[in-house]
């Protein structure tokens, strides 16, 4: 068995704040990253860790002995890395990524990089996949994650980690028949062109009702049973449900994350960071 040393910070970080919420502000990642991270090092100890009680965690018996053992790892990896990561790195190196990923652990990733390398300049931006592949073609990023069809893939980009599709409603509201109310990142987003293409096969009328710049806006808006959504799978948390009438649609594509660096982008701080990112996001896809 290996332990995942930051599924377990995220694991101590729960307990000493009270909670995935408060958590994730102190990590700076989402509080379904959170979840994700608790789930995965649980699979990985074979046992569970936290007693959920509504919303008070508690830790379980093998909860408290790794809590125990835990933080002596995380405080010895945290000294290892501090003495052995090199703080020559010097340059400047201008990162895009998708929303989706910096909430997934993008932004975390680039805690991490600004600590050890002080001296390397990171300029981070957060934007939907359509503008940042712009700004990667005219120079404006050095790197880019982005969220792609699989025909979109290039052969020089690296893979961080494949995503299902899944659509999405409230409970209460599930648009049974009639006209679908749809919701959505917006006319340049991923998912409209997939999710309108998807309905006009189908021969299903539909209208966009609302266009979100987040996720959480999103999926609050479908929660709130203004109408249905098409999402990577990763991102859905709260009270929805796989909308039922998606049974007679077709499957939706497969999504691939990937990192692509601009034309030229061969400084050593820029692969440092692509280097980084891959080794971050590559466990996303191990469990894939």
């Known amino acids: 068995m290996q332990l995942d040393v930051e599924s377990v910070r995220a694991f101590i970080t729960v307990l000493d704040h009270g909670g995935m919420t408060a958590a994730a502000e102190v990590l700076d990642m989402s509080q379904s990253a959170v979840s994700w991270k608790i789930k995965r090092l649980e699979e990985r100890v074979g046992r569970d860790l936290l007693l959920r009680d509504g919303r008070t965690l508690t830790p379980t018996h093998d909860g408290r002995e790794l809590l125990e053992h835990g933080r ?8 290892a890395v501090q003495r052995l990561s090199s703080t020559a790195l010097e340059g400047n190196v201008r990162l895009g990524s998708t929303e989706e990923a ?9 805690g991490r990089f600004t600590r050890i390398h002080p001296d390397a300049d990171l300029d981070f931006h957060v934007d939907r996949s359509s503008r940042l592949a ?3 073609e005219q120079g404006e990023l ?5 969220q792609l069809a699989e025909h979109e893939v290039r052969a020089s980009d690296r893979l961080l980690w494949r995503d299902e599709l899944r659509w999405v409603s409230s409970p209460d509201w599930t648009y049974d028949e009639g006209p679908v109310p749809l919701i959505t990142f917006g006319q340049d987003g991923f ?5 309108e293409e998807a309905l006009d096969r189908a021969g299903i ?5 609302y266009s979100g710049p987040s996720t959480a806006g999103v999926l609050s808006a479908v929660a709130a049973g203004i109408g249905v959504a098409l999402l990577s799978s990763r991102s859905i948390t709260g009270p929805v449900i796989d909308w039922p009438r998606a049974a007679t649609l077709e499957r939706p594509p497969t999504v691939v994350n ?13 692969n440092a960071l692509i280097d980084d990112i891959r080794a971050e996001m590559g466990e996303i896809a191990a469990l894939d």
């Not at 050095?142 to 982005?146: F, G």
């Not at 009328?205 to 009702?209: P, T």
């Open 142 to 146: 050095d790197v880019a994650v982005l």
């Open 102 to 110: 910096s909430a997934l652990c993008t932004g975390a990733v680039c």
């Open 258 to 270: 990937v990192a692509r660096a601009a034309r030229g982008a061969t400084s050593e701080v820029a």
């Open 134 to 136: 712009e700004m990667i």
């Open 191 to 195: 998912y409209r062109p997939v999710s």
């Open 72 to 79: 002596m790892l995380v405080s010895i990896h945290d000294e």
């Open 205 to 209: 009328r539909h209208r966009v009702a």
